[in-house]
């Protein structure tokens, strides 16, 4: 994506077409981008972040391809718009995904280095490019861009769906679940057989000799857990987490080797085979205004963000400074360090409060500096200006999310993720035309970067706006919810979520109430660890408190948004 500004001037080099079609084929790639991203969502709750990985890259490549054999621009249209476009948006979306699928705490540290990778993109492909086109032309270049495109299934491979991994720790945890219970059952029932051949109930796994099977050995062990308490444990136990393991193994048995193979490359999650498809949105965020506010202000940053990278190399060489690919590689890198090290600032304690008012100053440095890029005239000015741009707008596209569900909550951050770049869509399909336009009518890309500011600007203005509305709204509802809070009786123990021995269990009414409402504490609800027994979990007294307080406010604010 940031270096299509390389490939704007290929394209107009190649079919010498007005500045304004030659920056079409761009702006439909990307605003596809955006507009796939809810259907990316789709694909990874349905199927797996691999599943839509795999097709992005098989898509992208093959736009490459015919755009390299491409007689006229108008066949970019479908090569380098829909194909590369649809392709780039089922590549991207998966990143973000599992990401918050993944991490809760650190999530502001995690999207930021898992973001820098198109800092890191942007800092090294664009001089690759440019090289790649004075060394090998237009046609072999293309070539072998798709060539280096099709690493994407590689790194699909490397996205390990979360169902894969709750597989591992599931047999884990019955593993040690079954030990546990296992030594219990022997200290009282004195000695155990191995069950002979195929009658073993983990499928086969305590198979023995013929010669270990006329002589059983005793198992005696000593638990002093259960001589202390002494309670005789149920043999029914330790054959259902037995028969548990081996429902595992015979899963992973029903599959042959070709069944195996698909299952790896495009997966489907575990827990939602046979299961009937869940709704994919939130369409109820439509109706929220505060909501609604954010997705224009991401349509205005859209197009400043997708019009300086489109234009600035053909500014660079408009200002005699051919080394053009030396200032975007300079962006590059001040976006990668924008992102991680906005990822590490947002998650401060002293800033997470206030990171929707970060979030807008960074809009508003970002403006300023897509302002001072038509004032630069030498190379030195333009890398410090696209620099600080580029820091800016890499902090911002990080961030996104985590501002998202610091002021949406985390069970809707999906949905309105979606629903946001399908926003931003619309500005990157007016943004590059019409500063195409401003330059065909004045003759100068300095014009492109006024409007890229301004739009910065108004970006900025509307976050606040939003960030205020949510506030105040917060506000509000905490206020009604604390009532219920006070008031409203505990849930059953089903229900009760559990917090970890090393989060601090707060024992006076105030710490109480804070510990209730700290976001930092990682809340699991029992059900979730299939009723095992762990020594490391127990009961919080203000865990079940802190839930039907949220419950209440989060269930005010949905009702709000569907009146």
Known sequence: MRSDGV???????????????????????????????????????RYSVRTSVHLGTFLLVTGMVITAFAPNIYL?????SVLQGIGRGLILAPGIFIVNMYFNKWMGVALGLASAGTGVGTLAFPPLFEWLFDTFHYKDAFLIIGGIATFGWIIGMLLRPLSMHKEVIQERLLRDELSRKGKSFSSWYGS??????????????GKTSEQDNKNPTDLTLISPESEMLGNKPNPKEVYQVIAEIDMLRQQRRKEN?????????????????????????DWSLFKDFPFLVMCVSMAFFNIAQKTVFTFLPAYCEQQGVPEYGVVVSVAGAGDTLGRIAAGLLMDRPFVRPFRGAAYSLVLFIAG????????????????VASSIYGSMVGASVSQKSTVLAALLGKETVNSAFGILYAFQG?????????????????????????????????????????VLLFALRRLRYEKRGSH???????????????????????????????????????LIKQDEIAGLEDSR???????????????SIDSLIKAQRIA
């Open 537 to 551: 979990v127990q009961t919080s007294p203000f865990a079940e408190r802190r839930y039907v307080h949220e419950q």
């Open 484 to 522: 219920q809070f006070d008031t409203q009786p505990t849930s059953s123990s089903e229900k009760s979520p559990v917090i970890f021995n090393n989060n601090p269990l707060h024992t006076s009414s105030n710490e109480a109430l804070s510990g209730a409402l700290d976001e930092s504490a990682p």
């Open 192 to 205: 155990i057989g191995s069950p002979q051949g195929d009658q073993s109930p983990i499928g086969g796994y």
């Open 76 to 80: 970019l249209f479908l090569s380098y």
């Open 257 to 281: 080797c070709f069944r195996a193979c698909l299952g790896t490359i495009f997966p489907v999650e575990g827990e939602k085979r046979g299961k009937r498809r869940r709704r994919l949105f």
């Open 7 to 45: 490939f704007y001037l290929q394209f107009q080099e190649r079919f010498n077409q007005s500045k304004q079609l030659t920056a079409w084929p761009s702006s439909i790639s990307f605003t596809l981008q955006c507009f796939i991203a809810p259907v990316a969502t789709a694909f990874c709750n």
């Open 426 to 466: 619309l500005g990157t399909l007016t943004g590059p035309p019409l500063s195409g336009a401003l330059r065909d009518k004045f003759g100068d890309y300095k014009f492109a970067f006024y409007l890229s500011g301004g739009s910065m600007f108004n970006a900025g203005l509307l976050v606040a706006i939003s």
């Open 368 to 383: 300023g500096a897509a302002l001072v890029i038509p004032f630069s005239k030498s190379l030195l000015l333009l890398c």
